[in-house]
């Protein structure tokens, strides 16, 4: 039997006076991720309805392959620009 993948899914608020520094910063964040050894699935996307508002959803091979990006995330230019920003996320495990 496989590891069950890591599934993250929930959203982010980005306060107006951050945003261009986040929207800046998100591609390369995007890109590090997506470059990640399991890493599966990796979107954040800025709703157009709502300024600020970005929906994010991570999938990863394996509970190894997950923390490893929290480690890598939280060493980066994204995890200091986006320090102060509430996250809103529900991390589930799926076979």
Excluded at 43 to 48: L, P, Q, R, Y
Excluded at 76 to 83: G, L, P
Aim: charged letters at 25%.
């Amino acid at each position: 039997m496989s590891a069950p993948k890591i599934i993250l899914q929930g959203h982010i608020t980005v306060p107006s006076n951050c945003l261009d520094q986040v929207r800046t910063a998100l591609p390369i964040h995007i890109a590090l991720t997506r470059a990640e050894t399991g890493c599966l699935v990796f979107n954040v996307i800025e709703d157009t309805a709502q300024a600020g508002h970005f929906d994010v959803y991570e999938e990863f091979s394996s509970r190894e392959a997950f923390d490893a990006h929290q480690k890598r995330g939280a060493a980066s230019d994204w995890a200091e620009i986006t320090k102060d920003i509430p996250r809103h996320f529900q991390i589930t495990e799926d076979n």
